[in-house]
């Protein structure tokens, strides 16, 4: 395979493997998800455009941080089919995470302050926990570790 210069506009998938760092059979799995698209050669051959790359690296970094491939695929129809996003289309797709992004981080932030303290799961396996959730009564809010899901807005994922 030859390796793709910065001037090609259109790579083929094994160019695209290699510049993006993503395995072909995943982006196959992209492409069959509607995440990417392609046009065929007259041999039948995959040709992306450049801009995949872009759409590539949002993908596997959006599930690095566990957004649902169904939620990027919804963001990513945002943007315009048959042409090279601009920034202002790049804007309009960040603006969608924002919320989901900034609650991400308020909680893996809470994770990282205060998970040495009784989150309310029901376990009483923490030896303050006897005070801090007496016979599990937080349990009777519902499933799932209470102290935490309470100071979230959006609640279980
Ligand atoms: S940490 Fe589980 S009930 Fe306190």
Same mark, same amino acid.
């Given at each position: 395979?030859?390796?793709?210069?910065?001037?090609?506009?259109?790579?083929?998938?094994?160019?695209?493997?290699? &510049?993006? +760092? $993503?395995? $072909?059979?995943?982006?196959?799995?992209?492409?069959?998800?509607?995440?990417?698209?392609?046009?065929?050669?007259?041999?039948?051959?995959?040709?992306?455009?450049? =801009?995949?790359?872009?759409?590539?690296?949002?993908?596997?970094?959006?599930?690095?941080?566990?957004?649902?491939?169904?939620?990027?695929?919804?963001?990513?129809?945002?943007?315009? =089919?048959?042409?090279?996003?601009?920034?202002?289309?790049?804007? &309009?797709?960040?603006?969608?995470?924002?919320?989901?992004?900034?609650?991400?981080?308020?909680?893996?932030?809470?994770?990282? =302050?205060?998970?040495?303290?009784?989150?309310?799961?029901?376990?009483?396996?923490?030896?303050?926990?006897?005070?801090?959730?007496?016979? =599990?009564?937080? +349990?009777?809010?519902?499933?799932?570790?209470?102290?935490?899901?309470?100071?979230?807005?959006? +609640?279980?994922?």
């Amino acid at each position: 395979m030859e390796e793709a210069t910065w001037d090609q506009t259109e790579l083929s998938v094994g160019q695209l493997a290699q &510049r993006s +760092g $993503v395995a $072909v059979s995943a982006l196959h799995f992209y492409e069959r998800q509607n995440l990417i698209t392609s046009r065929r050669t007259a041999g039948n051959q995959r040709r992306y455009r450049r =801009d995949t790359l872009r759409r590539v690296a949002m993908i596997r970094i959006a599930q690095r941080v566990g957004i649902p491939l169904s939620q990027v695929s919804a963001v990513l129809s945002l943007l315009p =089919d048959r042409r090279t996003p601009t920034r202002k289309d790049w804007e &309009r797709v960040s603006a969608c995470w924002q919320a989901d992004l900034d609650e991400r981080i308020r909680q893996l932030q809470q994770l990282r =302050d205060d998970f040495t303290d009784c989150v309310g799961c029901g376990c009483l396996s923490i030896d303050r926990c006897r005070m801090a959730n007496p016979h =599990d009564e937080l +349990g009777t809010q519902g499933p799932g570790p209470r102290r935490l899901l309470t100071r979230t807005s959006s +609640g279980p994922r």
